[in-house]
């Protein structure tokens, strides 16, 4: 296995747009990187698999189920599978990495999709 740029890979990415870019696929893990443009939003589109978010840099609001955090560079949050999450009310550009585990669902990647 090479060693993946996290900061090559975040540079790859639109600086407009809210985007993901996969930057690894071993199997069970997969992983990506995410921007968040200010005054975005992602939709709450719970996945079938367990997923680490990690703040690279940036901040603003994270939604996983019924519970609201403030987020900022740095901080590590949780989402179980089949939990709706998403990010809002974001103040600075938010950049991530994603790690999900292995799918409950294999088949499947969202359990719902985008809202409409």
């Not at 992602?42 to 939604?63: D, M, Q, T, V, W």
């Not at 999450?85 to 990647?109: A, K, M, Q, R």
């Amino acid at each position: 296995m090479t060693p993946i740029s996290i900061t090559d890979a975040v540079a790859d990415l639109d600086p407009d747009e809210l985007q993901h870019k996969e930057v690894l696929d071993a199997g069970p893990i997969t992983a990506e990187v995410g921007k968040y443009p200010p005054d975005s939003s992602a939709p709450k589109n719970p996945h079938n698999e367990e997923e680490l978010y990690y703040i690279l840099s940036g901040s603003g609001k994270f939604r996983v189920g019924d519970d609201t955090h403030d987020i900022e560079a740095g901080d590590l949050v949780y989402v179980e599978p089949a939990t709706e999450h998403d990010f809002f009310n974001i103040s600075e550009e938010i950049t991530v990495l994603i790690i999900f585990g292995p799918s409950i669902h294999p088949t499947s990647y969202g359990i719902r999709e985008e809202d409409g």
